[in-house]
């Protein structure tokens, strides 16, 4: 099912008959995912799936909800908080990758990796699927002292000194069903579990949905931190490797193109900027592109008298070696970092607190 289509329709926004009847058997398919997910969980709580720990601190960056939370950038905020500290950190992702050769510092990434290992020069990111290997190669063979594990909070078999969750403000609980229903991995009350929650584009909220949501969540864990971020543009940066600045976008025709889980987040951070956005074309998460996808991009652009084409640093890592094949568009990517808005002190005391406890 074609994943704009999908989100419509456990949304809500497609109407008749056959849309109802397939959120029915989404419905049904639910509850066997809920009896799976309580019986997996039961197994942890219960001691009988075993949990390895490894001889590093181990700090998970998850979520509750499947795809567009915007981990990645928290990821990249909390690896250079620890590259400030002088600690050796490596990240553990599954990830998605182009090529992968014996030496684990010569991998090339595409997706959130790339950005990742773009990001944060003094880390090691390690792709595999099974976090604990991966967790001893990056103390074995790179001397990691933290392991940041992307996307670990259903990732139970790894051992963790702090659980972080991300959740994106503007759909928190995704639409209050559980997969395939809606986009919930588990429960809200899953979030006992949790130690901490970073907030994110909390500036595409109202303040008094945010306090709301923040209410729900001390209801579930009174003792979690809560702290709350916007995803700040930084600048774009283009194809030619220069950089043009938030203030400098505003009035500009752009078409914007992404392949990310929430694209409606990407597009209307491009319009507060002042951009008009005379056409924009979504792709499926984690879509890779090819030569014929960017001749369809540049041609619709130009039909619509656009001059700037942009994406997310994510798809760019997946469409910088094609030619464009027109000089007449200037091609970029919008770069952005995690800004917080509240609770930054809390959250590094906790981590702190954390660290203090495994390492020297």
């Not at 997910?37 to 709580?45: A, E, K, V």
Request: aromatic residues 8%; contains cysteine; glycine residues 6%.
């Amino acid at each position: 099912m074609n994943q704009l289509y999908y989100r419509k329709l456990i949304a809500g926004q497609v109407k008749g008959w056959i849309a109802a009847f397939l959120r029915l058997l989404l419905s049904l398919a639910a509850y066997l995912y809920l009896a799976l997910i309580t019986l997996r969980n039961f197994l942890y709580d219960a001691g009988i799936l075993k949990v390895h720990r490894v001889n590093a601190a181990v700090i998970s960056i998850g979520n509750v909800t499947a795809g567009g939370t915007g981990k990645t950038p928290l990821v990249i905020w909390l690896c250079n908080l620890l590259g400030e500290k002088g600690v050796p950190c490596a990240i553990l992702t599954r990830g998605y990758k182009a090529a992968q050769n014996s030496q684990l510092k010569t991998q090339s990434y595409i997706d959130e990796p790339a950005v990742i290992a773009e990001s944060c020069p003094n880390a090691t990111v390690i792709i595999n699927p099974n976090r604990v290997a991966g967790a001893r190669e990056a103390i074995e063979n790179f001397n990691a002292k933290v392991l940041i594990m992307d996307d670990g909070f259903q990732h139970r078999r790894l051992a963790r000194d702090l659980d972080i969750v991300a959740i994106d403000a503007a759909c928190p609980f995704g639409y209050e069903r559980l997969l395939p229903a809606g986009l919930l991995r588990e429960p809200p009350t899953a979030l006992k579990r949790a130690h901490a929650v970073v907030l994110t584009r909390c500036d595409q909220v109202a303040d008094a949905d945010l306090t709301k949501l923040e209410h729900q969540l001390n209801a579930i864990n009174p003792n979690m931190t809560i702290a709350a971020s916007v995803h700040s543009p930084v600048c774009v940066k283009t194809a030619e490797g220069t950089q043009i600045k938030p203030e400098q976008l505003k009035g500009k025709n752009a078409f914007a193109f992404c392949g990310i889980a929430n694209p409606d987040a990407f597009f209307t951070t491009l319009k507060a900027l002042g951009l008009n956005l005379v056409g924009i074309s979504p792709y499926n998460d984690h879509y890779h592109y090819n030569a014929g996808d960017i001749a369809d991009i540049c041609e619709a652009a130009k039909k619509l008298n656009a001059n700037l084409v942009l994406t997310t640093q994510k798809d760019w890592t997946k469409i910088s070696s094609f030619e464009p094949g027109t000089k007449e568009l200037l091609f970029g990517y919008l770069a952005i970092q995690l800004r917080f808005r509240d609770g930054r002190e809390k959250l590094i005391g906790l981590i702190e607190r954390a660290l203090a406890a495994t390492i020297s």
